[in-house]
């Protein structure tokens, strides 16, 4: 401690509740649990430091090793966060202030069979997030003889990353509760009182393979062109389908053990990011929401004691 500053054991207390709580409310606990008054922009300071620390002593790598795990399961998807950006300009900065929602794009892998996941978060575009799926995945164990089983949703950057991150190492399959959302709009139009019963049956179709069979039954059902586009659902599903005939091989995924729905990165994305980056009233500078990030993932691979041991030794 010096005239002041802060010890380390008093910005780690700092950031770790920051990590978890607005920088507000953080003073207030700050205060409440040690006795110590803390300004809120030094709360905002250190704990972004700490973040920006974490982001650029990041140990990922991009390089394959030759040997890794025999089997991994990797999910990718987004979810949008409130972001704020002060325009350049002269006076009043709330009349130059701009708000809107980025994406943040949040990856996992880990060993099949195995509940440790590995993650990574980022705002950047579709390859940004690839590359770092690709890390990810390497720091989980995979190597140039590891098979992964990759998950998402529809969207099509995810399927293009999978392919272009683990070439000729990875299957992609299209979660399976996206596709029954679907089928279920579906089941309304055609049958109506019994769509339950309908809808189970098509997905037992898809999960035996018979995706042809689920493809006949809704063009036999599909809404004519005069329909508008908001109110044909059984057109919307069947065309959903076709565009992702090569990601439904559920039967094969079900036959090897390995899940057929992406619950693990949408639990993750309430868990790792939403939990912080979407506190009610909270609005993010992009850089800063990249440095939340780096605190929020560095904490969930369970990297945040090795962190503040490094920053103790490298003080000593």
């Known amino acids: ?14 950031t770790d509740l920051a990590a978890d709580c ?4 953080s003073v207030c606990k700050v205060q409440e649990h040690y006795g110590i008054e803390v300004a809120q922009s030094a709360v905002r300071s250190i704990t972004e430091g700490h973040g920006d620390t974490m982001q650029a002593e990041s140990p990922l790598s991009a390089v394959m090793p030759r040997c890794g795990v025999q ?73 140039g003889n590891t098979r992964l089983h990759c998950l998402g949703d529809g969207a099509k950057w995810i399927a293009t990353q999978a392919s272009e991150q683990f070439a000729g190492q990875a299957t992609y399959l299209l979660d399976f509760y996206h596709v029954s959302e679907y089928l279920a709009a579906a089941a309304q ?13 098509q997905q037992e179709n898809l ?5 042809e069979a689920v493809l006949s ?11 508008v586009e908001a109110e044909a659902a059984v057109r919307r599903c069947e065309r959903y389908l076709k565009e992702r005939l090569e990601y439904l091989d559920y039967k094969s995924a079900i036959a090897a053990g390995l899940p057929i729905g992406s619950g693990e990165i949408e639990a993750g994305h309430r868990k790792v990011v939403q939990a912080r980056l979407k506190l009610s009233g909270a609005w993010w ?4 929401a990249e440095k939340m990030l780096a605190l929020r993932t560095c904490r969930a691979n369970r ?6 041991k490094q920053q103790r030794q490298a003080q000593a």
Not at 285 to 288: F, G, I, M
């Open 71 to 143: 089997q991994m399961v990797a999910e990718i998807d987004g979810s949008f966060i409130p972001t704020v950006e002060i325009k350049a300009g002269q006076g009043d900065k709330r009349k130059r202030r701009g708000v809107g929602w980025r994406e943040a794009r949040l990856c996992l892998a880990h060993v099949a069979g195995s509940t440790e996941n590995h993650y990574g978060a980022t705002l950047g575009s579709p390859e940004q997030a690839g590359r770092l799926w690709r890390a990810v995945a390497i720091s989980a164990g995979a190597g």
């Open 207 to 211: 999960k035996e393979g018979r995706v």
């Open 22 to 25: 607005s920088f507000a409310e």
């Open 285 to 288: 500078k992009e850089d800063s």
């Open 217 to 227: 039954e809704l063009a036999t059902h599909r809404e004519t062109e005069e329909v």
């Open 1 to 14: 401690m010096h005239c002041q500053g802060y010890s380390l054991g008093l910005q780690r207390v700092i």
């Open 303 to 308: 990297e945040w004691e090795p962190y503040w």
């Open 189 to 201: 139009t055609i049958a109506k009182s019994a769509a339950k019963e309908w809808l189970h049956r």
